[in-house]
């Protein structure tokens, strides 16, 4: 089963059905020591520090598997409400950590608009009568309320 995240608060094109709870995920790193000296001198003459990009990547990726690990659990569709934080927890050592809601989710029936069909009796220069034209897309998307 595929986990999909939004950090939307709803999922495009599926309707929510139920809210699980709230799943996370996290990892603690520290800076490997020679990647530290050569990050020192790379302060000196500028540029990305590739290292510490890699592993700042690394550890997002470890969050989210852990995360998601915990949503299959659940038996959810998806986790919605994605959110990173990071915190030091120690000199050279940082925790990141990934949260978010897991629901069940059901895909929304692809709704086919019609044109209305003309009226006969429309004059020239006249407004047509739209009073039965199809809805537009966004009069009937289902919202979820992450709050109750």
Do not use: C, W
């Not at 603690?28 to 990009?53: C, M, P, Q, W």
């Not at 998806?78 to 030091?88: K, Y």
């Not at 220069?125 to 289902?142: E, I």
């Amino acid at each position: 089963m595929t986990v999909q995240l939004s950090n939307l608060e709803h999922l495009p094109n599926y309707q929510i059905t139920e809210r699980l709870d709230v799943v996370y995920g996290s990892t603690v790193r520290s800076k490997h020591v020679g990647k530290d000296l050569f990050a020192g001198l790379k302060n000196i003459v500028g540029g990305e520090l590739t290292a510490y990009t890699e592993l700042l990547e690394e550890s997002r990726q470890e969050a989210i598997d852990r995360m998601i690990v915990k949503a299959e659990a659940l038996g959810a569709d998806a986790v919605v409400g994605l959110r990173f934080s990071t915190s030091s927890i120690a000199q050279g050592a940082s925790e990141l950590f990934v949260y978010g809601t897991a629901v069940k989710a059901i895909p929304m029936p692809q709704q086919v608009y019609q044109t209305p069909p003309s009226d006969s009796h429309h004059q020239p220069g006249q407004q047509p009568n739209l009073q039965n034209s199809a809805p537009t897309a966004t009069d009937d998307l289902p919202r979820f309320n992450p709050f109750g």
